[in-house]
């Protein structure tokens, strides 16, 4: 089975906090997502990559950056937290091409 | 440019009903598209997906749904609710290197 694993199922922040989020998949795949998830707003993508070191941006980046040293690694950062972060942050991920993706459990990330 | 929209955000049935949630999408080329669902404090999980193939998709836990190019459609249904199936689903659409648009989300409640 596939695992996608992410570094904490919840976190509290305060404004202005450097945030990492980690995301670490098993199954050797191309593709690494970030998504956030709010309430009526479905899922929005924030950043993809494709291969280590790439990296595109997703309907939502402003906030975010990201970093993929290794394949199997996805980090999510937030470089100075705010409050209209508070969201529930999913990781994915999946092979190229067509195919389905694999999502962790979600980071519940609250900034006060 | 991709879309999906889900008409209804909230489903209830009563348990043994029939099952139908919609999906419709909008792409300038042959779509992939997939459900999704995500149970509470959970990640999403591959239900079923659309390739090409088939018309009529089967999927996890008695789901199935239709592709129906002429209605730009893929609605999810189930013959007979059962409550464990309680949770929140999505419609995605991939064109390619593996870049999805998700829907709003459909939560469905399953009465007893």
């Known amino acids: 089975d596939v695992k996608v694993t992410q570094s904490s199922r919840y976190l509290v922040k305060r404004t202005g906090e450097k945030v990492f989020l980690e995301c670490v998949q098993d199954m050797d795949h191309e593709n690494m997502f970030w998504y956030r998830q709010d309430p009526g707003l479905g899922l929005r993508l924030i950043y993809f990559?494709?291969?280590?070191?790439?990296?595109e941006k997703g309907d939502i980046p402003e906030g975010y950056s990201v970093s993929r040293e290794k394949k199997e690694r996805f980090s999510l950062i937030l470089e100075s937290a705010s409050t209209n972060q508070t969201s529930m942050y999913l990781c994915?991920?999946?092979?190229?091409?067509?195919?389905?993706?694999?999502f962790g459990p979600g980071t519940r990330l609250t900034v006060t | 440019a991709q879309s999906v929209t889900q008409l209804g955000s909230h489903v209830s049935v009563s348990e043994g009903a029939l099952v139908l949630l919609r999906c419709n999408y909008s792409?300038?080329?042959?779509?992939?598209l997939f459900w999704y669902v995500q149970y509470p404090n959970q990640g999403l999980q591959l239900l079923l997906k659309?390739?090409?193939?088939?018309?009529l998709v089967k999927g996890i836990n008695g789901f199935e749904a239709e592709f129906k190019k002429s209605e730009t459609s893929f609605h999810l249904t189930k013959p007979s609710a059962h409550m464990s199936d309680a949770a929140e689903y999505f419609c995605a659409v991939t064109l390619n290197a593996g870049k999805s648009t998700f829907g709003d989300g459909t939560t469905l409640t399953v009465k007893p």
């Open positions: 994915a991920s999946g092979q190229g091409g067509v195919y389905e993706q694999y």
């Open positions: 659309y390739t090409s193939a088939a018309t």
């Open positions: 792409s300038s080329v042959p779509p992939y």
């Open positions: 990559s494709y291969d280590v070191k790439m990296k």
